[in-house]
């Protein structure tokens, strides 16, 4: 094949593929609108717009990691309105997501992994500010879907499946998560924990990055001291980052990547929008976490 033969091919190739992505979010959005039709012909009331909510983060592929995590979820749901707005750091903004939105009702879901600061007062507050009508829900964990995440991502890493028992004696995680203050944060990433060491049959100590105890290294020794020194991090974070980074260098053996755009993440996200379809408005937000 000839070098022009090839560059025709490529561009074709190309133009294909963005056609093939044109005509799929055309459909996308008829079967959406399609669906608000009834069967009497009249129009059914729109849904809540899907607000996910995340940090926000110097690290350029927190940005777009989350972006293509949002598109999983529009994959899963066409013509559900999906939205992401940061607490900080990241455009959009949380308040100039929800400004955008006029008067269209608002389901806010964090891209959280437990309860803390950012979920019972900074979403609320941008909430409340914007005054749109919006309802929040609770932090994305604990739930089994962030452990079959967990899971899934230290078996890429190269965690064995089936082990024996000579091995397993010597084997341990740490649930390396970013810390808080708040004390129902440590109780949310211990049940996790607890959770995950019940799917992999070893013990599975939470540890954190900043601001809560113990750290990734206190945690290691520990876990040392008692003869587990086959040590795996399980990396307990959204997106690339500082954090993760640093935790996962720490790792003697093996480290996961974040939980990312792994297909339980999205999965998650429309579970919780979904309890908050089912949740009374006067409902506190920490009700829909369970």
Not at 114 to 126: A, F, N, T, V, W
Not at 190 to 195: D, Y
Not at 253 to 259: K, N
């Amino acid at each position: 094949m000839t070098a022009s033969n090839l560059l025709h091919d490529e561009s074709t190739t190309a133009h294909l593929d963005s056609t093939a992505h044109l005509m799929n979010r055309i459909s996308s959005q008829l079967a959406g609108r399609l669906g608000l039709i009834g069967l009497d012909g009249r129009r059914r009331p729109e849904p809540p717009a899907l607000v996910v909510v995340a940090h926000g983060s110097r690290d350029p592929r927190a940005l777009s990691t989350v972006s293509a995590l949002l598109d999983k979820v529009r994959a899963l749901r066409p013509g559900l309105p999906v939205h992401l707005g940061h607490i900080e750091l990241n455009e959009p903004l949380l308040p100039d997501t929800l400004t955008a939105l006029g008067d269209r009702e608002a389901i806010l879901v964090p891209l959280l992994l437990s309860r803390g600061y950012h979920i019972k007062r900074d979403i609320p507050e941008m909430a409340a500010e914007s005054q749109v009508r919006a309802r929040v829900a609770g932090a994305l964990g604990p739930h089994p879907l962030l452990v079959e995440a967990l899971y899934s991502r230290l078996v890429e890493a190269g965690w064995r499946t089936r082990m024996d028992e000579p091995t397993r004696r010597e084997s341990a995680v740490i649930l390396a998560a970013a810390g808080s203050r708040d004390p129902e944060s440590k109780v949310d990433t211990s049940h996790t924990a607890h959770l995950l060491a019940n799917r992999l049959g070893v013990p599975v100590i939470p540890a954190y990055a900043t601001t809560a105890t113990p750290t990734v290294e206190d945690a290691l020794a520990d876990l040392a001291a008692r003869g587990r020194t086959r040590v795996a991090i399980a990396s307990y974070f959204t997106a690339p980052g500082r954090f993760a980074r640093e935790c996962a260098e720490a790792a003697p053996w093996l480290a996961s990547a974040p939980l990312g755009t792994h297909p339980a993440m999205a999965r998650l996200l429309l579970h919780r929008y979904d309890q908050m379809l089912r949740t009374p408005v006067t409902a506190a937000p920490e009700l829909a976490s369970a």
